[in-house]
């Protein structure tokens, strides 16, 4: 039986089981005696065993087997949960999450066998005293061994498969690795002509580096194919040889690798036991009990499920269609010259509906709870807490808020960041805690919930809070401010040094901190999403960080606004208001232009000048101002022309405009021309 196809299933399955194994942990350590709990962590290592030994992964097979004997011993009133207990169960957590990774990354589980943790889970049961566990995670992919200079590429099961299926049609397998003159200039056009010689000899199955990478010049002189091919070498040498440009060709014949495997499944009613066989090569046999199957004819079929996992790849190609069409939608109602009847505009009309309802609908498959992000962190917390001996609660709410999945997959290290600094920065020691007639248990909250078309997360302690006057002292010392100008910032300009590059209060560096890169790294990532980080803090109470995000970051609402002669795009959500003012009414102060409004002082920005556009210096009897928000600061950008409101599609500006901080992306407008879309919390800030 041909098991690569259920490789995939395997792993998502494996990961859901995973979490679900770290979660009841946390619940088993806090309460020892909820039987409820060890039933569920027997039944998840129950399951897990029967899956990975039926896929063959005997390490994953033999270490649930022994986290299923400590177990049940557990059931059977043997042992008793102790601390040291759990940690021995998280360890095994660890392994199971490491062999997992090397699964998705090479197709095997990989040589590391974690003996010392099978080890301490043996003394356990006998009762006898063990060694602390120290787990390395074995990064390295395991590389078949070969007597070539050249290394073989990993290979996982799905390219296995492949080559077994092309040795049964009488095809050969070639890694071939060819490595260019050092002088070559033109990388990723002298590697376009090598993948059209190949392919009309061959059928390429993998690469390395990836094809995009080789197409984007992301490597050296030299990369490596695998090929599936009828020709034999003297076809690829004679062929590459006569490619300029190209200096060493290595060939090397990869044989296929058979792998049979027999099942023998009891009768789906008995509570027998399904023994798997694996044999490759030499026979190699294990065992795996799997969960047992009772039937019960009195009971109705369970209906079919209605979720399917789509690849997040193949979501982003429907969103790209969606946001052409929204394009195409656009240069239709712009189209100029053409007699709009009433049906014409009735179908712009409802081709607008359509396109609306359509994103809205392509959106919604994309957003995904940031329960996904958050379920890591209560074993963090509870790791950081046992290394640092402080007691600390993490509570969390709002789990079931939506984010785009781009999004998703960018908040983690912010929050890990967050989280660490709370409870090494902020939750103080548990004899400092008693003295200050605290709880001796420091607590942190993690929220999310949704405002308009962002959504807040915030990082709340009720540790030590931030000490303002230490900042500034730390910040005089750098030479980042001056005292004079130290005397005359306020609370929140100073607490801004905290998110500065190498900036940091701690005055020796640990593992955890002092290095100054955790604030610094959580403000750059937040606001290349398009989004801020705001503080709130109190000496002796606590500090709570705010992070707002937008929603998704592919197609947005947006003010088009006239400067000099080009066209520029405003996010709409952070637009605060857009006014009329005269010149007169703009004031300097300490030489940066301001205007009042409604008792408020709001800076100016003129975006001809920071964005050096050209314009006619004519003074205009009334200047347009459009007042965005950061954060709880305004500012003022003076256009010279609001075009109007309409939904675009943000486009990335690509590697080598990646560096300009006044621009975050760009849009494909109407009439075909492009407008920049303005980095508001640049130029804000």
């Known amino acids: 039986m041909d098991m690569s196809q259920y490789l995939e299933i395997f792993i998502e399955e494996t990961r859901e089981h995973l979490q679900s194994l770290n979660q009841c942990l946390l619940k088993m350590e806090k309460n020892p005696e909820d039987n409820s709990m060890l039933n569920e962590v027997f039944r998840v290592a129950h399951t897990l065993k029967g899956m990975s030994g039926t896929m063959g992964f005997t390490r994953m097979s033999r270490l649930t087997h022994d ?12 042992i008793k949960v102790s601390p040291k207990l759990i940690d021995i169960l998280f360890k095994c957590l660890d ?31 006998k009762g006898e005293p063990h060694d602390e566990i120290v787990t390395t995670v074995s990064a390295e992919p395991v ?121 023998t499944v009891s009768d789906a009613a008995s509570t027998g036991t399904v023994k798997t066989i694996v044999q490759e090569e ?19 079929k369970a209906k079919t499920g209605k979720t399917v996992r789509v690849d997040i790849d193949r979501l982003d190609v429907l969103l790209n269609l969606v946001s052409e069409l929204i394009i195409q939608k656009t240069r ?55 290394d640092l001996g402080k007691e600390v609660l993490l509570t969390m709410s709002g789990e079931e808020t939506e984010l785009d999945r781009t999004v998703i997959d ?63 002292k730390k910040a005089i010392e750098k030479g980042l401010v001056n005292k004079d100008m130290a005397a005359n910032l306020t609370k929140k300009d100073i607490i801004d040094f905290l998110f500065r590059p190498s900036f940091s209060t701690m005055d020796k560096v640990t593992d955890l901190s002092g290095r100054g890169v955790g604030l610094d790294v959580v ?30 970051l592919a197609i947005i609402q947006a003010l088009l606004v006239m400067v000099g002669n080009e066209k520029y795009a405003i996010q709409l959500s952070s637009i605060q208001k857009i006014m009329n003012i005269t010149p007169e009414e703009i004031k300097l102060v300490q030489k940066q232009e301001v205007v009042l409004y409604r008792n408020t002082v709001i800076p100016i920005v003129r975006l001809d000048k920071v964005l050096e556009v050209p314009k006619e210096d004519v003074q205009p009897k009334l200047l347009t101002l459009v007042i965005v928000k ?56």
Do not use: W
């Open 67 to 78: 986290m299923e004997d400590v177990l049940h011993a557990l059931r059977s009133n043997e």
């Open 95 to 125: 392994a199971l999450d490491s062999y997992t990774t090397m699964v998705v990354e090479t197709g095997s589980e990989g040589t590391e066998e974690y003996l010392q943790i099978i080890q301490a889970l043996a003394s356990v049961i």
């Open 143 to 263: 590389k078949s061994g070969n007597d070539s200079a050249v290394e073989t590429l990993s290979l996982n099961q799905y390219d296995l498969n492949v080559i077994n299926k092309a040795a049964d049609l009488g095809n050969n397998t070639y890694q071939i690795t060819i490595k260019l003159n050092k002088g070559c200039v033109l990388k990723s056009a002298r590697s376009f002509i090598i993948f059209k010689t190949l392919e009309r000899h061959s059928e390429i199955i993998k690469s390395q580096p990836k094809v995009e990478d080789i197409e984007d010049e992301k490597f050296d002189f030299e990369f490596t194919v695998v090929v599936i091919s009828k020709e034999g070498e003297e076809v690829f040498n004679k062929d590459l040889n006569s490619i300029s440009e190209v200096d060493e060709i290595i060939i090397k014949l990869i044989e296929a690798k058979r792998q049979v495997v027999a099942q």
């Open 282 to 300: 030499n026979t190699v046999s294990t065992e795996a009990d799997v969960t047992q199957v009772k039937t019960d004819t009195g009971v109705k």
């Open 332 to 386: 239709l109602e712009g189209l100029e010259g053409i007699n709009k009847t009433q049906d014409y505009v009735e179908t712009i009309e409802y081709l607008e509906r359509i396109t609306t309802n359509l994103h809205d609908a392509v959106m919604k498959v994309r957003m995904v709870p940031v329960e996904t992000v958050f379920n890591r962190f209560p074993r963090m917390i509870r790791d950081i807490s046992k």
């Open 410 to 472: 960018e908040i983690g290290d912010p929050l890990i960041h967050l989280l660490r600094n709370s409870v090494d920065h902020g939750i103080e020691s548990t004899e400092s805690r008693k003295s200050l007639g605290k709880d001796e248990a420091g607590n942190i909250a993690l929220r999310a919930y949704q405002d308009g078309n962002n959504v807040v997360i915030e990082v709340e302690d009720d540790g030590e809070g931030i000490n303002v006057d230490k900042v500034k």
């Open 523 to 552: 403000k750059t990532k937040i606001e290349a999403l398009g989004g801020v980080v705001e503080v709130e803090t109190e000496l002796g109470k606590g500090s709570k960080f705010f992070i707002r995000l937008p929603l998704t």
């Open 630 to 685: 950061r954060g709880d600061r305004l500012t003022g950008f003076v256009v010279d022309k609001i075009l109007g409101q309409q939904e675009i599609v943000q486009k990335s500006l690509g590697k080598f405009l990646s560096g300009i901080k006044l621009i975050t992306s760009a849009t494909i407008l109407g009439d075909g021309n492009v407008a920049l879309i303005i980095d508001v919390n640049s130029l804000a800030h």
